[in-house]
């Protein structure tokens, strides 16, 4: 009896599993692999992010906001809610992604919003120092900011990772943090937000993701610092952990394969990556007084089932 019970309850949870975001793609995928930093339009199926069901408040209105790695993504995602709350935004990105950046320029502004492009490199501290800057001279004011764009490669082992592949890797992921934060703390009032995107990497580890996922750990641990220091000033700062994600990041990774592609997500407790659609709400939730006006120093974790502390 107990074996039948067993069974039936495999069944029930494997039900529930397939319900669960049916409409989203699963693994397998075709096969792809593309160079780095890799572009939206060639992912194969495309990735979500349009999110049709969400229903706008004007949570937003009259907000300025700067969105790091905004051309696509998780980004992208975020960027085009926020304009359908209200936001004006500004996003950066490689030169070379300059084609997703029209994309998502294009989708924003049909909303009324404005929606302003500058590309640069994020590992050069002088460009995080302009970006806030042209950000402010562009669209009036900083309310918030999205430290989002990130950079990674798979190894087989640590001996693989290079001093130059280290130094790459943070300067994207973590002292871009820094700089274009303190910049923008010259311009953020009271009821101001910053956002970072860590991952769950940041918390559980990963072990072909050494120089990554301890990024994403530093990156929680200055989140909660700054949340900190800044409570006296009523600026929230906060993050959210994404599990894996349908986005450009991973297929351009270089260390990655065709075949690894083509199963991402494939173990994740529901059964396939998530859409950038369904990680872009909890940007608007941390980015809304509305919602989360008593909420700072917290890690978000959306990771699809994965349950972790940290």
């Known amino acids: 009896m107990k074996t039948r019970y067993r069974r039936a309850e495999q069944s029930d949870e ?149 001093d130059e592949e280290l130094e790459q890797t943070f300067k994207t992921n973590v002292y871009a943090y820094f700089w274009l934060a303190r910049a923008a703390l010259a311009h953020m009032k009271p009821g101001s937000a910053i956002i970072a995107t860590s991952s769950e990497t940041g918390i559980q580890g990963s072990k072909h993701l050494p120089d990554y996922s301890a990024t994403k750990g530093a990156i929680n641990a200055f989140t909660k610092t700054l949340a900190q220091e800044l409570v006296p000033r009523q600026i929230r700062v906060n993050a959210v952990a994404p599990g894996p994600v349908w986005t450009p990041l991973n297929p351009s990774d270089p260390g990655t394969t065709p075949e690894h592609v083509a199963t991402f997500g494939a173990d994740n407790p529901m059964g396939r990556p998530a859409q950038p659609e369904e990680l872009a709400p909890a940007y608007v939730f941390l980015a809304s007084s509305a919602d989360s006006s008593y909420i700072t120093g917290i890690v978000l974790q959306v990771m699809g089932g994965e349950t972790t502390g940290g």
């Open 14 to 162: 494997a039900r529930q599993r397939r319900s669960a975001g049916a409409s989203k793609p699963r693994p397998p995928f075709p096969k792809q692999h593309q160079r780095s930093p890799g572009l939206e339009r060639k992912l194969v199926p495309a990735p979500q992010y349009r999110a049709p069901e969400y229903k706008a408040a004007g949570k937003l209105k009259g907000k300025t906001a700067l969105i790091t790695g905004g051309d696509s993504g998780i980004g992208r995602a975020v960027a085009i809610l926020f304009a359908r709350e209200g936001a004006n935004v500004a996003i950066s990105y490689l030169a070379e992604e300059q084609e997703d950046a029209e994309v998502t320029r294009q989708t924003m502004e049909a909303t009324g919003v404005r929606c302003v492009l500058l590309p640069g490199d994020l590992t050069n501290p002088e460009f995080c120092s302009e970006l806030i800057e042209k950000t402010v001279e562009e669209l009036g004011g900083l309310d918030i900011l999205v430290s989002n764009a990130a950079h990674q490669v798979h190894k087989e082992s640590l001996e693989e990772l290079t």
